[in-house]
């Protein structure tokens, strides 16, 4: 079968032909329709992450495929790959086949293989930023839903534009920082307010009308945006694009009286799981959009450098097949 193997860390993955996984008793043999290219497998394949399978390994943390033989799903039920170890402990899913005992669940609503290979991380991230972390409408002191003012930094990537999206369907007012350089377009019924513009940014910061900054941009900036959320708010952490380091100025902090919650769904793998039927559900009505980029195999370390450097309309995914 045909595979894309990381062979050196921090290094162009290899397209190449290798042997087909022979599924062991009690292993799922799953044809991957779709495979997910992720943040994560940029950070595994780095070399950095603190989980690294032996080299060389098929990447892939996320995918999408239906069931060739397993002692427990019928042959063609379509499933969605993750965890177990993909692409992290084990050969993942860039790959034409998948052997898995605990990484193969039954997609929960009839969704296009694209969209079943990476549904699942920004829905359930957003989800959980707002509902389980953020607890719009019902963070003390701030009143109901629609009472909830709310900032996302990076409405227009992945992560936020369904943080916007589900922060927009609850009644919400939102405001989309996003990239005036960017063409990927801002969910409907959201604000822009465009990196760069010093004159907004001080008006957001004069007003301070926020009640809540979910920010999947990262780096120094994160400080700044937290003082557009009035005092009693909070702003939720989920992503560092822009920068993995963050610098508060305590006393100014303490003024400020903004919340500072980070969004870990290592720790909440079991909550997104629950709540991924209904956002699926959702996506499958057309009530939810997410907005994938694939690729032909040959072309997944174009999708790589394009994920790494910004360039990517939505999710990306490989076909094995196309």
């Not at 972390?133 to 534009?161: D, F, Y």
């Not at 989309?176 to 008006?203: N, S």
């Not at 909550?271 to 039927?277: E, G, K, S």
């Amino acid at each position: 079968m045909r595979a894309v193997r990381v062979h050196e860390w921090g290094a162009d993955p290899v397209v190449e032909d290798v042997a087909p996984p022979t599924p062991k008793d009690g292993e799922t043999l799953v044809r991957v329709e779709a495979a997910a290219v992720a943040h994560l497998d940029l950070t595994v394949a780095s070399g950095d992450f603190d989980l690294k399978p032996a080299l060389p390994y098929i990447g892939g943390v996320e995918g999408c495929g239906t069931v060739v033989s397993s002692d427990v799903y019928e042959p063609g039920t379509r499933v969605v790959l993750r965890g177990g170890g993909l692409g992290l402990l084990r050969d993942g899913t860039w790959a034409e086949f998948v052997a898995t005992r605990k990484a193969a669940t039954p997609l929960p609503a009839d969704l296009p293989p694209e969209v079943g290979a990476t549904y699942f991380v920004p829905t359930t991230t957003a989800y959980t930023a707002l509902y389980d972390v953020a607890r719009i409408g019902a963070w003390p002191g701030l009143g109901n839903v629609e009472h909830e003012v709310v900032v996302v930094a990076g409405a227009a990537g992945a992560v936020g534009s369904m943080v916007a999206q589900l922060a927009v369907r609850a009644g919400c007012t939102v405001l989309g920082v996003v990239d005036p350089a960017q063409a990927d377009p801002l969910p409907a019924g959201v604000e822009p307010v465009h990196l760069g513009d010093e004159e907004r940014a001080a008006e957001l910061l004069k007003e301070r009308p926020a009640t809540l900054l979910v920010d999947t941009l990262g780096g120094q900036a994160i400080a700044q945006r937290s003082r557009w959320v009035r005092p009693g708010g909070r702003a939720v952490v989920v992503g560092y694009v822009a920068g993995k380091e963050l610098a508060l100025d305590v006393p100014s902090w303490l003024l400020d009286d903004v919340a500072l919650l980070p969004v870990n769904m290592i720790r909440r793998e079991t909550a997104a799981r629950d709540c991924a039927p209904l956002l699926a559900e959702l996506l499958a009505k057309g009530e939810l959009t997410l907005q994938v980029e694939s690729f032909a195999m040959d072309d997944a370390p174009k999708a790589l450098k394009l994920l790494a450097t910004g360039g990517l309309s939505g999710r990306a995914v490989i076909l094995p097949r196309t």
